[in-house]
């Protein structure tokens, strides 16, 4: 049961970052959520499931929310 309560945190400051849009580089977020990258894309793969748009920018070097207008 623990796991489930580590997965729901790591997921809520995952979007906390990606809000502040203060990720870093994919290595530098999975290294902040202490996952591997594998781990990460797997969760951003998750994210994007549910419809949510969700690009990295590499002139910011930060996650953002995308929202086409």
Known sequence: MGN?????????QLHELIRL???GTPNELA???HISRTQL????DIVKEYGVDV???RAFRTYHYFFDM
Do not use: A, H, P, V
């Open 21 to 23: 849009e203060q990720t």
């Open 55 to 57: 690009r990295y920018s």
């Open 41 to 44: 894309y797997k969760m951003l």
């Open 31 to 33: 290294e902040r959520l």
């Open 4 to 12: 489930g309560i580590n997965k729901m945190d790591r997921m809520c």
